[in-house]
């Protein structure tokens, strides 16, 4: 079976410019969590989804970001406009237990200039 | 409040030597103990988990861990380094039922390897 899809695999873009972030969970998983991994600040929970309907966004930075899921195989984090201290790896994940037991996706490298 | 520490930011081994990745966590209920690894590049990928039962918990690629209650500890462990081990490690806790229903990590350990 697939692991957790992530496209693209790396992102460079312009301060200004909208970015889309995919995510393709695991079949049957029911639960899609999205990351941001820095230096600074490790491994933070943006956002989680259960069965396609947010749960918790407390962790989205600021109205920025906006994260929807519309089916159950598909999940997009857009960033607009974006900004150089967005520049991070984004990491998406799926689980069918809840928030244990995550498989993580091999994540998107964004670059804003 | 709930929180994962795993002290030591980077660690140096030989290959072949033995391997303690140390964890404590602080948490109001009986948390699910989990640890990830994180080569260069990657996501992350589970290597173990901890629900009940015996606490000595074996995983992929030669890892176990040990959950030791009274100490809040989950150290990860490997008898015997190969240089692919060379990557970071985070340790995270869970919720075991209700409450709290994020998973929280730890800053991670880096764990570099000498031929």
């Known amino acids: 079976d697939a692991g957790v899809i992530q496209s693209p695999r790396h992102e460079v873009t312009e301060m200004g410019q909208e970015v889309t972030l995919r995510c393709k969970p695991i079949s049957g998983h029911d639960y899609l969590f999205w990351y941001r991994q820095t230096m600074m600040r490790g491994l933070e929970l943006l956002i989680y989804?259960?069965?396609?309907?947010?749960?918790?966004d407390s962790g989205m930075p600021e109205d920025r970001f906006s994260a929807k899921m519309p089916n159950a195989s598909f999940s997009t984090l857009k960033i607009q406009p974006s900004e150089p201290r967005d520049s991070a790896v984004y990491f998406c994940?799926?689980?069918?237990?809840?928030?244990?037991?995550?498989?993580f996706g091999p994540g998107t490298r964004l670059t804003v200039t | 409040a709930q929180s994962v520490t795993q002290p030591d930011i980077h660690i140096t081994v030989s290959e072949g030597a033995s391997l303690e990745l140390r964890c404590n966590y602080s948490y109001g209920a009986t948390p699910y103990l989990f640890w990830y690894v994180q080569s260069p590049g990657q996501g992350l990928q589970l290597l173990l988990k901890?629900?009940?039962?015996?606490?000595l918990v074996q995983g992929i690629k030669g890892f176990e861990a040990e959950f030791k209650r009274s100490q809040s500890s989950f150290n990860l462990r490997k008898p015997s380094v190969h240089w692919s081990d060379a990557a970071e490690y985070f340790c995270?806790?869970?919720?075991?039922?209700?409450?709290?229903?994020?998973?929280?990590f730890g800053a991670g350990t880096r764990l570099a390897v000498h031929p």
């Open positions: 901890y629900f009940s039962g015996d606490t």
């Open positions: 989804f259960n069965n396609n309907v947010p749960i918790d």
């Open positions: 994940a799926s689980s069918y237990t809840g928030p244990n037991e995550q498989y």
């Open positions: 995270a806790v869970g919720p075991a039922s209700g409450g709290y229903n994020k998973l929280i």
